[in-house]
């Protein structure tokens, strides 16, 4: 860089003038392990009311440690000591372990929480699921998927501040690492730019859903498991790819407006279910990616589940002594897994298709594709 572009605006396009930008930034010092772990302090202390729009009147404002996943009804039935198997991904940890991810053991309180309700809310909109039977009646599935979805976004937030902290990466660096790394932090900035706006969307219809108890605009596919399952999860993501390996969504187009699903298992009464949500007005994508799983047996299905699990949400909980039953090479292939999906890793398009590992995480007893006429 000449010395007459000292006072333009930075090539990396943080808008700051070079010479206060990029203009000596390989003299710098790298990021240290501690500036890694204290941004993730950082992250993790951020308390919001997800709902607070919809019912501010009746919000605490006291933001409580709000499980995914019910602590009582669920977590604690796969539970050993307290504890359950879960991945603790961060930039921080990667580094740790040279880019592996495996699985540790995480107290029951702190498993699958996030600071995203306050505790009027949490209790008051989601006590069908905490504290009544299990029937798997449409409000009781919409709200296993409301409450997964809320958690997305909370953490899809969070990631504005990754970016971010990518582009401080390359500190120390020399200029072509430079340009390499912010192109990579600014890469994954706007990808989050575009989930957020597709996620904004996605919950002002979910919201609809809540306030006005019109379950005719979301469909269920749910598996219903004749013992506890072995592991436990609430998430949503895109479906870009099915269960023979067909590409179906594309990430990272401007323009295009993407269909999510939810997916959920929980544990009831010594049994459980696994259920996939989605909105109607997702249906193109999603009918597709879920013919595809019924197209498999049982077994191949509760084996996929485990795939695609391990693959698509870090907000996955298994029990201690299924972690430890599993041979070497699966473990070895769940960890695989839990890297696809970071920067570090893109998910390979036939990521779901059958690995020929067997897990023994479920029993199906039964399935249902669930859809409604609105009343």
Known sequence: MGSNNRNKPCWCGSGKKHKKCHLIREELNPLTRGDLEGYAKKQTSKKVCSVNNLFPDDCSRKIINAHTISKSGSLKEISEDGHVMGAKPSLSGLIKSNGKLGLEKVGIKKASTFTGFCSVHDKGIFAPIEDEAITLNDHQLFLLAYRGMCREIYHKEQNKGTAELMREADRGQNEMMQQYLQGQANSFGKGVDLALRDLRHLKSEMDSILINSDYSKIKHCVFELSEVPKILVSAMVIPEMDFHGNALQKLGLQDE???????????????????????????????????????????????????????????????????????????????????????????????????????????????????????
């Open 257 to 375: 407006a993407y269909d999510y699903i939810f997916f959920n298992c929980i544990s009831y009464e010594d049994q459980g279910c696994f259920v996939f949500s989605w909105l109607t007005e997702h249906d193109e994508h999603c009918s597709r990616f879920i013919e595809s799983l019924l197209d498999l047996n049982d077994d191949q299905v509760a084996d996929a589940i485990v795939r695609f699990c391990y693959s698509f949400s870090e907000n996955t909980w298994a029990s201690p002594s299924w972690w430890e039953s599993l041979v070497k090479p699966s473990q070895e292939s769940i960890g695989d897994r839990l890297i696809q999906g970071t920067p570090l890793a893109m998910h390979p398009v036939d990521c779901l298709k059958d690995d020929h590992h067997r897990f023994n995480a479920m029993k199906i007893s039964k399935r249902e594709l669930r859809t409604h006429e609105k009343t």
